[in-house]
């Protein structure tokens, strides 16, 4: 049975989450579900990372993104395709 590509996608997320412990969630997240890649908070507010994973594992991430932590509030966020990535060896958070 092959195993399916990895996906990796850049994403920009808005609203409550700086100061909530987004950053610690997503990271948390990814090595439940074996995303890799990293997340950093912007200057303006936002929260954006660059996730890398098998489909199934990419859904369920960014549902659960989406979600946040309980005392975030996303408001917005973006998704895109990277065409040309790194291979990621793990999730880190960049500061």
Same mark, same amino acid.
């Not at 291979?87 to 958070?93: A, L, Q």
């Given at each position: ?9 850049r ?14 969630? *997503?990271?948390? &997240?990814?090595?439940?579900l ?20 098998? $489909?199934?594992?990419?859904? &369920? ?5 989406? *979600?946040g $932590? ?5 408001e ?9 990535? $790194? ?5 880190e958070?960049?500061?």
């Amino acid at each position: 049975m092959c195993a399916e590509a990895a996906k990796t996608v850049r994403v920009r997320v808005e609203g409550l989450v700086q100061g909530v412990g987004f950053r610690a969630f *997503a990271s948390r &997240r990814a090595a439940d579900l074996g995303v890799t890649g990293w997340v950093r908070n912007t200057l303006d507010g936002a929260v954006e990372f660059e996730a890398q994973a098998n $489909p199934g594992a990419m859904e &369920r991430f960014l549902l659960d993104v989406r *979600a946040g $932590p309980r005392m975030a509030r996303v408001e917005e966020m973006r998704v895109e395709s990277v065409g040309d990535a $790194p291979d990621y060896s793990s999730f880190e958070m960049r500061w």
